[in-house]
Nanobody
């Protein structure tokens, strides 16, 4: 079973930046895909960005040009660099992974609040 731990959330002013980290308890070699999702109050959860072991990356249209997903295989960590943050980016951000054996795991989530 893979355990995922998110970190890096917090309170930031509009226009500011945050970097989220998602660290897995197992080697990145056993993980096919890692995704970052968010859920704002009263809204459905949405995929923000995802990266595969092969390096393919996808972003939601709402974050293209502002967010960057990257990975550090040596640290079993996937990062989400969030720049030019807007109030509408406020949400709980969670990461998930899909393993090579097609199992899916989720982290607990971290709160991101964008407010002046």
């Amino acid at each position: 079973q893979v355990q995922l731990m998110e970190s890096g959330g917090g309170l930031v002013q509009p226009g500011g930046s945050l970097r989220l980290a998602c660290t897995a308890s197992e080697s990145s070699r056993s993980i096919f895909l890692v995704g970052w999702h968010r859920q704002a109050p009263g809204k459905q959860r949405e995929l923000v960005a995802a990266i595969t072991r092969g390096g393919s990356i996808n972003y939601a249209d709402s974050v293209k040009g502002r967010f960057t997903i990257s990975r550090d295989n040596a640290k079993n960590t996937v990062y989400l660099q969030m720049n030019s943050l807007k109030t509408e980016d406020t949400a709980v951000y969670s990461c998930n992974c899909i393993t090579n054996s097609d199992h899916e795991y989720w982290g607990q989530g971290t709160q991101v609040t964008v407010s002046s």
